[in-house]
């Protein structure tokens, strides 16, 4: 083949060729990278042409991460979208579908504990929620400590006795909060609307952190019942008082102003960048976040952009002011689109001075701690993975090791569960349970050997196979692991490693393939005790499930098995009564009393639950 034409066949072959940049349009819109089975990449453009006519002349080092991508890339699908601000949410949204490995990935997704000021109730109560909705109601937080949301809360129940049931019913006796001074009783007529609202303004002054504008209020109070000879009241107004200024010593002010912020923090090391987020309420620090990137592609100000966009959502609205480093990519549509999360002003600041500034620095050093940190686990790791390899004298290094367990209660209701762990830590979004199909006799082998072909099977077919595999068990477990390896030619791949205590006096004994005598390591030995570890979670995993599992089967199957007994009476019978353990409990006429049950039902139930000799059944 001339020259001209293999360099023609290349041009035709390569996803980004000219003759495909002809057909994309120059308007906005969304570009996905993909691989053979997943996306790679997700990125906007306000010109799609050109932004992937860059990446198809891209001239950069080779080893750099755009280009190892573009290795990768075996075909580049657009979406086109009417303006650029359609584009951001729509990048957005696919980075958080398809979670693409050269992407900002937000590994810790999960929502910080707020607290919640039912202000929209006749009678408000505080509680505790993970989503912020539009619903009218105040919202604080979120607390990345949940030690200092439970100490606001403590401090709230116990000097401001608001209501804490759910709802609020007329009741002629008021309840045990009530007597223990917990509770006003509003559903008893115990306190007038006035006074109860009086104490939910400072509740919510408090959490505003206007604590010195309450204790203002507090002693004017006290003064004045004093005065009028009301000592017990005046008393009660100073063990307030004295209550809130306690918190008020341990609160560290941050700004002169009371207004709410999240700080943002970043810093690269080589390819790695930790970012750092400080939550910053009414005025004062309330908690903080950071998140670890590997090797995000894209320079800082989209890999901050990208970050600003994932991490807020309208269960996670932003606060009034976000303080940055530095500007951001498209920062005008970011303010935009935040702005309609939080459906009102939103806006972005880069201090150069001033006590904005003082709180730069100090999120700026939280990201410099996240690279720290990860520095230290991953040299704790490389020690540990070093001493497993040579100990073992495992033919892969251990990065990923899974651990499997059986749980059954004479061969009924068999699950098997597996635990992963990648690199020393655990990595709960791998764990799996495995209902057990073919076995309803207690065969732990046959179990085992139904499960491992489930996974490696699967594991196969999609190639993420584990480096190593530990198997609760002795020399018999390994044995079956050994033949389900081999029939899928995977013996080499997967190192196998057998964990027991065959006698209750002797230490964790090792059994690996073709040795005869196990790996005996000293009980301190910290290879040892971090396969004990995962071994231990793994049979946590596999009861927590068995136990739910055989709960099930116990109360739930005995119900629906009694004519009937459908959905809505079962629903009406554990609102009666509370509970399956309960209802089971329950006498004929406690039955019979439930709406929708007569007496005849009811004595169905009873002789079900029961057993002869009058006891509820285990």
Not at 386 to 395: D, F, T, W
Not at 421 to 450: C, N, W
Not at 581 to 606: C, F
């Amino acid at each position: 083949m001339s020259p001209p034409e293999q360099a023609n066949q290349d041009q035709q072959a390569s996803p980004l060729s000219s003759a495909f940049l002809a057909t994309v349009s120059h308007g906005p819109g969304v570009y996905l990278m993909l691989g053979k089975r997943q996306v790679l990449y997700v990125g906007k453009a306000r010109d799609l042409r050109k932004r992937l006519s860059q990446y198809a002349h891209f001239a950069g080092p080779a080893h750099s991460k755009t280009a190892v991508m573009l290795t990768h890339v075996q075909r580049v699908e657009t979406i086109l979208t009417t303006t650029e601000k359609e584009a951001l949410i729509l990048e957005a949204s696919l980075i958080k579908q398809h979670r693409p490995r050269y992407n900002v990935i937000l590994r810790d997704d999960k929502n910080y504990p707020l607290i919640k000021v039912t202000i929209r109730d006749p009678w408000p109560r505080v509680t505790v929620t993970r989503k912020r909705l539009r619903d009218g109601n105040r919202y604080f937080g979120p607390y990345a400590s949940s030690t200092a949301m439970r100490a606001t809360l403590q401090l709230l129940h116990g000097q401001f006795p608001l209501r804490r049931c759910a709802t609020v019913r007329e009741r002629q006796r008021p309840c045990l909060n009530y007597q223990m001074g917990r509770c006003l009783a509003p559903c008893a007529g115990k306190v007038q609307p006035e006074v109860y609202q009086a104490m939910v303004r400072d509740v919510l002054l408090i959490l505003e952190g206007k604590t010195g504008q309450v204790i203002g209020d507090l002693t004017a109070r006290m003064e004045q019942a004093a005065a009028n000879l009301a000592f017990e009241q005046a008393a009660h107004l100073r063990d307030q008082i004295q209550a809130l200024g306690r918190t008020i010593e341990h609160q560290a002010v941050a700004a002169e102003h009371h207004l709410d912020q999240d700080v943002f923090g970043i810093h690269r090391q080589d390819a790695a960048v930790g970012i750092a987020l400080l939550f910053v309420r009414g005025g004062m620090i309330t908690g903080a976040q950071s998140f670890f990137l590997a090797d995000p592609l894209g320079e800082d100000d989209s890999l901050l952009a990208q970050t600003i966009l994932q991490y807020y959502s309208a269960e996670r609205q932003p606060p009034r002011e976000l303080l940055l480093p530095f500007a951001i990519e498209d920062q005008a549509l970011v303010e935009e689109r935040l702005a309609e999360l939080r459906d009102r002003p939103v806006s972005i600041g880069s201090p150069q001075r001033g006590k904005r500034m003082q709180l730069m620095r100090m999120a700026a050093a939280n990201a410099a701690q996240v690279l720290e940190e990860r520095a230290k686990k991953e040299l704790s790791w490389e020690t540990l993975a070093v001493s497993l390899e040579a100990k073992l004298r495992l033919a892969n290094r251990p990065e990923r090791i899974e651990c499997l367990d059986i749980s059954n209660l004479l061969g009924k209701q068999a699950v098997g569960s597996l635990v992963c762990f990648v690199q020393g830590e655990k990595a709960a979004g791998l764990y799996r349970h495995y209902r057990i199909k073919s076995q309803d006799t207690p065969d732990d082998y046959a179990m085992m050997r139904e499960v491992l072909e489930r996974r490696i099977d699967k594991g196969v077919q999609e190639d993420n196979l584990p480096d190593m595999l530990l198997l609760d068990g002795g020399k018999g477990q390994l044995q079956v692991a050994v033949e389900v390896l081999a029939r899928f030619d995977c013996l080499q791949k997967v190192d196998l490693v057998a964990i027991a205590k065959e006698k209750a006096d002797e230490g964790e004994k090792l059994f690996r393939p073709g040795r005869k005598n196990p790996v005996l390591l000293p009980a301190h030995a910290p290879a040892l005790l971090y396969l004990m570890r995962i071994r231990d979670e793994a049979h946590r995993f596999g009861i927590t499930f068995h136990r739910k599992l055989r709960g099930k089967a116990q109360l739930h199957s005995r119900l629906d098995i009694i004519e009937g007994i459908g959905p809505k009476r079962k629903r009406l019978l554990l609102q009666a009564l509370g509970s399956f353990k309960r209802i089971a409990a329950a006498t004929v006429e406690e039955l019979a009393a439930v709406p929708g049950i007569g007496p005849e039902l009811a004595r169905q139930i009873h002789d079900r639950l029961r057993g002869e000799n009058g006891h509820a059944a285990e």
